[in-house]
């Protein structure tokens, strides 16, 4: 955990070998030593998950793909994320997230946010993003097996009866059985779409680029995706929901942005007033988001395995071995930050721009040429949920105190984060039916 690292640090510095899942390892930290990581990719460095990692998830899998593969698929994904592509998913997402807000809004019981947003990003995935037709009891198995998935991609890769590993490749291949029925009869069944999802794209931007994908690569892919979406924005989703009940003038702030834009008007949001333009020119609200970002970055780091030895911070990295760069750690030292504990927006206002003194200070979403591809899509998500949390709900704290935070694999509540909402709509049932109408799902 991050106790153990940062006393690892103080003791050794930026730069340290330790042991992760049974290898040895190099753990790196720091803007100039992840910055040399991080540009050294196919010449000083190469992409390397831990073993259960690579296995679960695919060696189709663009995370696993090096070289000229590795560029290829870039190409052929990066369509899915594209400016005219999130304009087309943005009312879906929309939708999914008012949806999930009048149900939380209607229980009278408090919610356990984490869990919540863990079925609600899986749902924007599947729904949304890869446009399944699947029923709810559908939707909410799949959710349990890939839960199980997720809870075992970082394992050790020991392939006995029992183990953490073997309960992942169970649930890997459960999971890419339902994943062929869906897509086949999504191919099957073109009729009733009002938009092209992610899958249409990457199957159209595959011929493109004249490679057909292969119903293993488009299990894969879809495998690969519906992953980089679940943990780590249901994470960020759960850490925007705490900071905002923490900072109730955060809350306030983003409100009159929202009012001051002719987006919110009388408690809700104007009809058709979100666009992706209108949600980017959104200043205050893109601070939120980074702060977030920075301060509880859902991804930890990424790993890389060296091709040739090089020198880094005085140390003599040798071929072979393995490298972990830290994104946390990296936050948590930059000295272009101050109050580096505080969650403070206005660190990336227009007067402070605290981010702009050094390029590797800050990096949620990595860098170089493994930079996320899905960036955009992920703050578009974080920005409509954050835009209709506080144009549709009320949500109180149902416990005395928050849960401390516990940053393994992702940021998450160590305890249940358990709000209370209150909804500011009656029109609920009405208003469900429209939204299931308009995502094409059968209910």
């Known amino acids: 955990g991050s106790g153990f690292q940062s006393s690892r640090r103080e003791k050794y510095g930026n730069v340290f070998k330790t042991h992760l899942l049974g290898r040895p390892l190099i753990r790196v930290t720091g803007a100039e030593n992840v910055r040399k990581i991080l540009m050294g990719e196919h010449h000083l460095v190469s992409t390397e998950w831990p073993r259960s990692t690579r296995m679960l998830l695919g060696p189709n899998s663009l995370a696993n793909s090096i070289?000229?593969?590795?560029?290829?698929?870039?190409?052929?994904?990066?369509?899915?994320?594209?400016?005219?592509?999130?304009?087309?998913?943005?009312?879906?997402?929309?939708?999914?997230?008012?949806?999930?807000?009048?149900?939380?809004?209607?229980?009278?019981?408090?919610?356990?946010?984490?869990?919540?947003?863990?079925?609600?990003?899986?749902?924007?995935?599947?729904?949304?993003?890869?446009?399944?037709?699947?029923?709810?009891e559908e939707l909410n198995h799949l959710f349990q097996v890939f839960q199980k998935f997720v809870e075992n991609v970082f394992s050790l890769p020991v392939d006995l009866p029992f183990s953490g590993y073997r309960r992942g490749i169970r649930a890997r291949e459960t999971l890419l059985r339902s994943l062929e029925k869906a897509i086949q009869e999504k191919l099957q069944n073109t009729q009733g779409k009002d938009y092209a999802d992610a899958l249409d794209v990457l199957i159209e931007s595959g011929k493109e680029?004249?490679?057909?994908?292969?119903?293993?690569?488009?299990?894969?892919?879809?495998?690969?995706?519906?992953?980089?979406?679940?943990?780590?924005?249901?994470?960020?989703?759960?850490?925007?929901?705490?900071?905002l009940l923490k900072h109730p003038h955060v809350l306030e702030k983003l409100r009159e942005e929202l009012r001051g834009n002719g987006i919110l008007h009388n408690g809700c949001v104007c009809e058709g007033a979100l666009r992706v333009d209108t949600i980017t020119s959104l200043h205050y609200l893109d601070c939120v988001i980074k702060e977030l970002l920075r301060l509880f970055s859902p991804i930890s780091g990424g790993y890389r395995t060296v091709l040739q030895t090089f020198e880094l911070d005085g140390f003599q990295i040798p071929k072979g071995w393995s490298v972990m760069y830290s994104i946390r750690d990296t936050h948590d030292t930059a000295p272009v930050f101050k109050d580096i504990d505080v969650f403070d927006p206005d660190r990336f206002g227009r007067e402070r721009t605290e981010d702009k003194d050094g390029r590797f200070h800050y990096l949620p979403f990595g860098g170089g040429v493994r930079n996320c591809l899905g960036k955009q899509l992920a703050k578009l998500f974080l920005k409509t949920l954050a835009i209709e949390l506080a144009s549709m709900s009320r949500f109180e704290l149902a416990t005395r105190t928050f849960p401390k935070i516990m940053p393994v694999p992702v940021v998450h509540p160590a305890d249940e984060l358990k709000v209370r909402f209150f909804g500011l709509?009656?029109?609920?049932?009405?208003?469900?039916?429209?939204?299931?109408?308009?995502?094409?799902?059968?209910?």
């Not at 087309?88 to 999930?100: F, R």
């Not at 293993?216 to 994470?235: H, N, R």
């Open 67 to 136: 070289g000229d593969i590795h560029r290829h698929k870039r190409k052929v994904f990066s369509k899915i994320f594209s400016q005219e592509a999130l304009e087309t998913y943005l009312p879906k997402i929309q939708l999914v997230i008012q949806d999930t807000l009048r149900v939380w809004s209607s229980n009278p019981e408090p919610i356990n946010v984490y869990f919540e947003a863990q079925k609600l990003t899986f749902r924007m995935a599947l729904r949304v993003l890869l446009g399944f037709r699947l029923s709810d």
């Open 209 to 243: 680029h004249g490679k057909e994908l292969t119903m293993q690569e488009l299990k894969d892919g879809t495998l690969e995706l519906i992953f980089a979406a679940y943990a780590t924005t249901a994470s960020a989703s759960t850490s925007l929901i705490m900071q």
């Open 425 to 443: 709509d009656s029109n609920q049932n009405e208003i469900l039916t429209e939204t299931e109408a308009m995502l094409g799902a059968t209910v």
